[in-house]
């Protein structure tokens, strides 16, 4: 009685199909080589852009024969000596006031300021340039010998900008109102001559020291006198601070003071509207301080009283909370000379290397292990067939055979379920199920050669 041939059924891989995407790799790989050539292109084009823009500026600096004025006009020169693409214009206005309005408003992208003006909400500081003092002069003989005598006196001082908040402050802290002055003068210049010519009692000024105008003024005979209280003053005024003219200031035989004069403090601060770009307000950074004997040797020999104040520029501080926050641009280049945080965190960072270095040799040692372990199941696999096919060879007895069929479908059964649970992989598998496929072709021939062979 004949044996009944193994159905097509069980001569198919009993293996579950690996499923294939429908999308052609090769379109995939031209459609992301196509992105990245793409943005390769759009940042090569902002680069060069970028690197061929002239970044035309406004600097709003206050009145022409002002420190900072000419202070702002030697930086002018410089910095479009060293960085052609930074076109620099000074234009002079009628203070703080306005250079912060013309900043606010994007009519001024750069500005001098009096520190304790507030700043609008787009002003970031670049440095602080030098101290202006508020310095009080007084006609000799007019009776004003401290702030509080001048409740009733003219004052030469025009009615606006930075310069004339100062003295209000001042004068709110001695319990003084606007209405208790007679105010001289519709700009600087015109209250200065209304001084001079005895149209005012007193002059005042937010100025650096040795200010050519003040100067002027004082040798006509008229004397500076105090302003008290700075310390008191910068409880509510932050930006203000204790300060002094030192005797001889102004002359020095006799003695212009004659005594150091307490008086107020304030910063002159160069600012930003923080739209400007980074790398422009670094530029202009690194010239205020790395470049002063230049920015001296570009202010006028008739105005060389200014050029001292250059020793002065210094990084602001921002600790307070009261003053706007640094440009990125200048912040980036007062960190210059910091750490970067890999350099800083040297040693945390080489032992979070080591470990994940450590960890990673564990997971692949771990993962080879792993593999070990599923190749020799394959292999023990792969044995028990080649035994059996060893053992087919030599059989005589067609029940035989079937026997061994049966026993290397079991094999086969046991070899996929190992694989569903991952204990052999899919490589190893493929190589077994090859033998195995040559196994159960020898077994079916020798069973088809003894069913011809003569009885």
């Known amino acids: 009685m004949g044996m009944t041939h193994s159905s097509p059924r069980s001569q198919r891989s009993p293996v579950p199909p690996i499923w294939r995407s429908n999308l052609n790799s090769n379109q995939l790989g031209l459609a992301a080589l196509s992105l990245v050539s793409l943005g390769l292109l759009v940042g090569l084009t902002l680069n060069l852009f970028d690197r061929f823009k002239v970044h035309r500026l406004i600097l709003a600096a206050g009145d022409?024969?002002?420190?900072?004025?000419?202070?702002?006009k030697a930086i002018e020169t410089v910095v479009e000596r060293h960085y052609p693409k930074i076109d620099l214009t000074v234009q002079e206005t009628g203070g703080t006031s306005e250079n912060l309005k013309l900043l606010e408003t994007d009519r001024a992208q750069l500005a001098t300021a009096q520190a304790d003006i507030p700043t609008g909400p787009t002003a970031r500081l670049i440095a602080d340039l030098y101290e202006d003092k508020f310095q009080l002069l007084v006609r000799?003989?007019?009776?004003?010998?401290?702030?509080?005598?001048?409740?009733?006196?003219?004052?030469?001082?025009?009615?606006?900008?930075?310069?004339?908040?100062?003295?209000?402050?001042?004068?709110?802290?001695?319990?003084?109102?606007?209405?208790?002055?007679?105010?001289?003068?519709?700009?600087?210049?015109?209250?200065?001559?209304?001084?001079?010519?005895?149209?005012?009692?007193?002059?005042?000024?937010?100025?650096?020291?040795?200010?050519?105008?003040?100067?002027?003024?004082?040798?006509?005979?008229?004397?500076?006198?105090?302003?008290?209280?700075?310390?008191?003053?910068?409880?509510?005024?932050?930006?203000?601070?204790?300060?002094?003219?030192?005797?001889?200031?102004?002359?020095?035989?006799?003695?212009?003071?004659?005594?150091?004069?307490?008086?107020?403090?304030?910063?002159?601060?160069?600012?930003?509207?923080?739209?400007?770009?980074?790398?422009?307000?670094?530029?202009?950074?690194?010239?205020?301080?790395?470049?002063?004997?230049?920015?001296?040797?570009?202010?006028?020999?008739?105005?060389?009283?200014?050029?001292?104040?250059?020793?002065?520029?210094?990084?602001?501080?921002?600790?307070?909370?009261?003053?706007?926050?640094?440009?990125?641009?200048?912040?980036?280049?007062?960190d210059r000379d910091k750490p970067s945080f890999i350099q800083e965190y040297a040693d945390y960072v080489g032992l979070i290397l080591t470990v994940i270095l450590l960890m990673g040799s564990w997971v692949w040692e771990g993962k080879r292990w792993i593999e070990r372990q599923q190749k020799n199941r394959a292999d023990a696999f792969s044995d028990q067939v080649i035994q059996l096919m060893n053992q087919a060879r030599s059989l005589e007895s067609r029940s035989h055979l079937e026997d061994i069929r049966q026993k290397l479908i079991g094999i086969l059964t046991e070899a996929v379920d190992a694989l569903n649970e991952d204990r052999i992989s899919e490589e190893s598998f493929q190589s077994f199920r090859v033998v195995w496929q040559i196994a159960l072709d020898l077994v079916r021939e020798r069973r088809d050669a003894l069913v011809h062979e003569p009885k």
């Open 64 to 72: 022409s024969a002002g420190e900072s004025y000419i202070l702002s």
């Open 140 to 334: 000799r003989g007019s009776g004003i010998k401290q702030f509080t005598d001048l409740a009733g006196k003219r004052l030469a001082l025009q009615q606006k900008g930075g310069q004339y908040k100062s003295f209000l402050k001042v004068a709110q802290h001695y319990g003084l109102r606007e209405t208790d002055f007679r105010f001289v003068g519709q700009s600087d210049q015109d209250a200065d001559e209304a001084f001079l010519w005895n149209r005012a009692d007193a002059v005042f000024r937010v100025r650096a020291l040795g200010n050519p105008t003040i100067a002027t003024l004082i040798q006509t005979g008229n004397i500076l006198i105090p302003i008290e209280q700075a310390a008191a003053m910068k409880i509510k005024y932050p930006a203000l601070r204790s300060t002094i003219i030192p005797q001889g200031t102004y002359r020095g035989d006799p003695a212009i003071p004659a005594v150091d004069l307490a008086t107020v403090g304030v910063e002159r601060t160069l600012l930003a509207r923080e739209t400007v770009d980074p790398e422009v307000v670094r530029a202009i950074t690194s010239v205020l301080f790395e470049r002063r004997q230049e920015l001296a040797a570009a202010i006028p020999p008739r105005q060389s009283e200014v050029a001292p104040l250059l020793a002065n520029i210094h990084q602001p501080e921002t600790d307070t909370g009261m003053s706007p926050p640094l440009h990125p641009g200048a912040q980036a280049y007062y």
